[in-house]
């Protein structure tokens, strides 16, 4: 595809489901970013991929968030036991490497725990 | 990475030159600045970023001071689509965070017909 994509675009989900949402990155990105962005705020670091490890997960709020990326091209957040403070819409971005970082971002997906 | 400061909000008739300006005085020498904008409901798009010369490219200039403490990024012509939120970022690309942008609350441009 031409860009980042992000699915779903929208998730709501009941308070203590797990959810997934999945990023795919362009094509021969070696980088790969996710972020949250919460209403009138700026988009806040979770953690970034440099191939199929994490480089830099200081982001991640607490162990109920989890990131992989097995193959180096597509990722998965997982939220575990989801809080209504989770609500917020999920960003993804990739660049061609790390120390590139004009980022490529999706349009994310909103996530909503009611 | 250093903290910025930007007006909360800006507004700009089509047609003339938006002129957004950021604060960055804690800025260290290996550090650049980065402008991102965040159109409604959409990702956050890269501009333009510089380390101390001035930079222009398709979308837009940016103009940093002598001293590094500030800067501001012109929109030489605005258009209705450029109303969004400006985002200026000020980051180390060569640190051990180096593929971490810390976003902060950006500028609301609002370009008027």
């Known amino acids: 595809g031409a860009g980042v994509s992000q699915t779903p675009s929208n998730k709501v989900t009941e308070k203590g489901k797990y959810v997934e949402l999945r990023c795919d990155p362009i094509?021969?990105?070696?980088?790969l970013y996710w972020y949250r962005q919460s209403l009138g705020q700026g988009p806040e670091f979770l953690i970034y991929?440099?191939?199929?490890?994490?480089?830099?997960d200081s982001g991640l709020p607490n162990d109920r968030f989890f990131a992989v990326r097995p193959e180096g091209s597509v990722s998965t957040l997982k939220i575990q036991r989801t809080e209504r403070g989770d609500s917020a819409v999920y960003l993804c971005?990739?660049?061609?490497?790390?120390?590139?970082?004009?980022?490529?971002f999706g349009q994310g997906t909103r996530l909503t725990v009611v | 990475d250093a903290k910025t400061t930007q007006p909360p909000s800006m507004d700009c008739a089509e047609g003339r030159a938006a002129n957004l300006p950021c604060n960055h005085s804690?800025?260290?020498?290996?550090?650049?600045v980065y402008w991102y904008r965040q159109i409604h409901s959409q990702g956050p798009q890269y501009i333009i970023h510089?380390?101390?010369n001035n930079e222009t490219n398709e979308m837009a200039s940016l103009i940093i001071t002598e001293d590094r403490k500030s800067s501001t990024l012109i929109l030489p012509h605005a258009t209705l689509r450029d109303t969004a939120v400006y985002y200026c970022?000020?980051?180390?690309?060569?640190?051990?965070?180096?593929?971490?942008?810390?976003f902060g609350q950006g500028t609301i441009l609002t370009v008027h017909p």
């Open positions: 971005a990739s660049s061609y490497d790390i120390m590139n970082t004009e980022a490529f």
């Open positions: 094509s021969g990105h070696t980088a």
């Open positions: 991929f440099q191939g199929t490890g994490a480089a830099d």
């Open positions: 804690t800025i260290s020498g290996n550090e650049y």
């Open positions: 510089g380390l101390k």
């Open positions: 970022i000020v980051h180390n690309a060569g640190g051990t965070s180096y593929g971490k942008l810390t």
